[in-house]
């Protein structure tokens, strides 16, 4: 039972590098998101996403770009990586059917830009 | 400006007492409210929940408590373990958290065996 999966785990770029991370979940839920943590930030929203082809912004979206072409796939791109996107990425997934509202979170991605 | 506000950095707690983890939230428009815990490397997982028409809710050992009027809640853990120890986000939405889900800076959770 896989859940919510995220790959790269670690990853290094330069500044001004493009790279794309990947999150797929098995859960067929329709919602998904990436949150980015950083500390003493809690956890803030970056994209999220109510079902394929439908994303909207959340309070971080500067700098990052998602599509949902499938129910199982998210990705969140970063077209010109810059310091300040260091940092750890997750993704998760929810369910209206779950009836608690809770989000299903992959490991995270760490990203560091230098 | 944090909607969801958890003023506790850390907190220690002796095995077998309780743990209370505060959380405050300014945004009169969440109606509903969820803890997760964190251990490190690993992914937030989802604790339990609340809606605001209620003011309590439980499970096992963790009870979650809201005061709509105070714009607070908190999660009381009885009683605490060492395998509790993790950190503690606070998170609000509105609507049954699909969506948008704001969350609090979390507070450091630490049981002394």
Redesign the interface.
């Known amino acids: 039972n896989a859940g919510?999966t995220q790959t790269p785990k670690f990853q290094v770029l330069k500044t001004g590098q493009s790279m794309t991370l990947q999150c797929a979940q098995d859960m067929n839920h329709?919602?998904m998101?990436w949150?980015r943590q950083d500390p003493?930030?809690?956890?803030?929203?970056i994209h999220?996403s109510?079902g394929a082809g439908i994303t909207d912004q959340?309070?971080v979206p500067n700098g990052y770009n998602v599509s949902r072409s499938t129910t199982e796939d998210f990705p969140l791109r970063l077209l010109s990586a810059a310091p300040s996107q260091t940092s750890v990425y997750?993704c998760?997934s929810?369910?209206?059917d779950s009836g608690?509202?809770?989000?299903?979170?992959?490991?995270?991605s760490r990203l560091t830009v230098l | 400006d944090q909607q969801?506000k958890?003023n506790s950095p850390s907190l220690s707690v002796q095995e077998g007492r309780i743990s209370i983890l505060n959380c405050d939230y300014t945004n009169s428009m969440f109606d509903?409210f969820?803890w997760?815990k964190k251990y490190p490397?690993?992914?937030?997982?989802?604790l339990i929940?609340i809606s605001s028409i209620k003011d309590k809710n439980e499970d096992g050992r963790f009870t979650v408590f809201l005061n709509k009027s105070a714009k607070h809640l908190s999660l009381h853990i009885v009683p605490s373990q060492p395998g509790d120890s993790a950190v503690y986000?606070c998170?609000a939405?509105k609507?049954?958290?699909?969506?948008?889900?704001?969350?609090?800076?979390?507070t450091k959770l630490q049981v002394i065996p």
Request: net charge negative; glycine share 20%.
């Open positions: 919510v329709e919602y998101s949150y003493g930030m809690g956890l803030r929203l999220y109510v959340g309070e997750f998760a929810s369910t209206r608690t509202g809770e989000l299903f979170f992959g490991e995270g | 969801v958890q509903y969820l997760y490397a690993e992914g937030p997982t989802f929940s986000f998170a939405s609507g049954e958290g699909y969506q948008k889900v704001t969350f609090g800076i979390g």
